[in-house]
């Protein structure tokens, strides 16, 4: 089987990328021939005309009428892998979302107008900003609306050199590429146009194939199970979740943190050994108390819980934080309140550049560096070590604040 590929898609509104992933989907053939000809006869019915900006938008609106198309997993094939679109909306007001799927990204497809009052905007920066904090280090910038600027050399080199003045802080280096595209006429998409023979690189979705570095196998780092739930059957309870990284068998022994229960694996239900990616039940050889918010991992690598950490973190709402406030932190199934003892940086989140140190509050859009004090232990990871486990949202009544990673302990 081809090896999958997250891409994280991003954009400022109106560049072009429901065209640019319409497009996709209708040359990679990732539609059904039934499928394409009934979202057809659907456009001609609304009166519209069919542009492949219309594919994703009739999926979109059709999705609960059993389209087996997630709007923001959307899959397509190519010879060499089989990539996810994770389709994170442009609007400031859905960055949250973004963040949630950036995470699980290899790469990121960032799509910049090629129009004269369009090109490198302030969404544009941002999201770059925000792929480089939850660690997708792989970008390709497609400048797409070629068609609109006669396909113009010149303006692809202006807004390639525009995007590398505030791309040089943020260290991608050897792993950034540029493409003009049209999406819209399907040039440099799979093949290479004729309209820009001056371009001497690979169409879009080869250079997706040759550049791009699956990530790390989490196979082979510690096991971590977060416990989402656990119900009882036949006396015996059942303790759920995802395994983020490692493997589990019968017979293996286990310990839960914040917890320290310590058990042996009786049995995986459905399964003989569960792997990362796999939601799963299993029971112990006796009836322990676990319970959500718990953290599996072996006796022999085991989790460790925190009360103190240092967190970067990006601010997604107008209330913004300040140093003392007391606040919930969610990091996957565990929801710990704690309190924000010192702020070390307030950072631009267009440019990357440190605005103020040790700054007293932080605001909407603002980036930061600070450090946080729980109430009670919380099973974390170093971002870079485990994702999974060192992502946090931050809240306030319900309400996300901000999201972040985990940096240092």
Request: glycine share 8%; aromatic share 6%.
């Amino acid at each position: 089987m081809k090896p999958k590929i997250n891409i994280v898609m991003v954009g400022h509104v109106d560049h072009g990328k429901s065209t640019l992933i319409g497009r996709l989907l209708y040359d990679t053939k990732s539609i059904k021939p039934g499928k394409l000809k009934e979202i057809e006869q659907t456009a001609k019915k609304l009166g519209k005309k069919m542009e492949f900006a219309f594919i994703l938008d009739s999926l979109q609106e059709e999705r609960e009428g059993g389209i087996t198309i997630d709007t923001t997993q959307i899959p397509f094939e190519t010879e060499k892998y089989r990539y996810n679109i994770i389709d994170a909306p442009g609007h400031r007001e859905f960055i949250k979302n973004m963040l949630s799927g950036a995470s699980n990204a290899e790469a990121g497809v960032v799509l910049v107008s090629a129009k004269s009052n369009e090109g490198v905007q302030e969404q544009t920066r941002r999201h770059v900003f925000l792929l480089k904090l939850f660690g997708v280090k792989q970008i390709f910038f497609a400048v797409n609306k070629m068609d609109t600027v006669d396909y113009s050399k010149k303006r692809f080199e202006e807004i390639k050199d525009k995007t590398m003045v505030f791309l040089n802080s943020f260290g991608y280096g050897e792993n950034l590429h540029f493409v003009p595209i049209s999406a819209r006429c399907g040039e440099n998409i799979i093949n290479k146009s004729k309209e820009m023979e001056w371009y001497t690189g690979l169409p879009l979705v080869r250079l997706l194939d040759e550049k791009i570095k699956p990530k790390t196998n989490p196979l082979e780092k510690p096991l971590r199970i977060p416990v989402q739930l656990v119900q009882e059957r036949g006396g015996e309870k059942i303790i759920m979740g995802r395994v983020e990284s490692g493997s589990l068998k019968a017979g293996d022994d286990v310990i839960f943190k914040p917890s320290g229960i310590k058990g042996k694996i009786k049995k995986i239900e459905e399964k003989e050994k569960a792997v990362p990616g796999d939601s799963v039940g299993f029971r112990l050889t006796d009836n322990l108390d676990v319970k959500r918010g718990d953290v599996c991992g072996l006796k022999n690598r085991p989790p460790s819980a925190y009360t103190e950490f240092t967190s970067k973190i990006f601010i997604l709402s107008e209330r913004g934080v300040q140093t003392g406030d007391v606040l919930d932190f969610r990091c996957n199934t565990s929801l710990v309140k704690g309190k924000i003892i010192s702020m070390l940086k307030r950072i631009d989140s267009e440019t990357g550049e440190i605005i103020e140190d040790n700054p007293k509050k932080l605001h909407l859009n603002d980036a930061g560096v600070l450090k946080v004090k729980l109430s009670s232990p919380m099973v974390l990871e170093k971002f870079e070590d485990i994702p999974e486990l060192g992502r946090l949202m931050i809240e306030n009544k319900g309400g996300v604040v901000a999201a972040g990673i985990i940096s240092e302990f």
